[in-house]
């Protein structure tokens, strides 16, 4: 069974840092892309990053460009969102989500392999 686990988030005053990661879990886990998205309370989730892995093409949200990095490691099976000038907006549950297929990596209804989330809180 394939697995998302997030770490990382916690509590950062505005300005501030903090890196999350995702590792995968799963005998047979390959993916096509890896990505985070996020859901702020009384929002919809939305789309942050996401990283396809044959080519290392990355995609941001436009709230987020030039804020915040994704990476992966080169066994595929850990992504990693290093967020910078954190804002009390960016305060939300960030989810670690994976496409295993090739096709389109865009939206939400892209990936089919989630993680549970992990709280991140900025505080101003």
């Known amino acids: 069974q394939v697995q998302l686990v997030e770490s990382g988030g916690g509590l950062a005053q505005a300005g501030g840092s903090l890196r999350l990661s995702c590792a995968a879990s799963?005998?047979?886990?390959?993916?096509?892309?890896m990505g985070w998205f996020r859901q702020a309370p009384g929002k919809e989730r939305e789309f942050v990053a996401a990283?396809?892995?044959?080519?290392?093409?990355?995609r941001y949200a436009d709230s987020v460009k030039d804020r915040f990095a994704i990476s992966g490691d080169s066994a595929r099976e850990n992504v990693y969102l290093q967020m910078d000038s954190l804002q009390p907006e960016d305060t939300a549950v960030y989810y670690c989500a994976a496409r295993r297929r090739p096709g389109l990596w865009n939206n939400l209804s892209d990936f089919d392999v989630w993680g549970q989330g992990t709280q991140v809180t900025v505080s101003s």
């Open positions: 990283l396809r892995w044959s080519v290392l093409s990355t």
């Open positions: 799963g005998r047979t886990f390959s993916s096509y892309a």
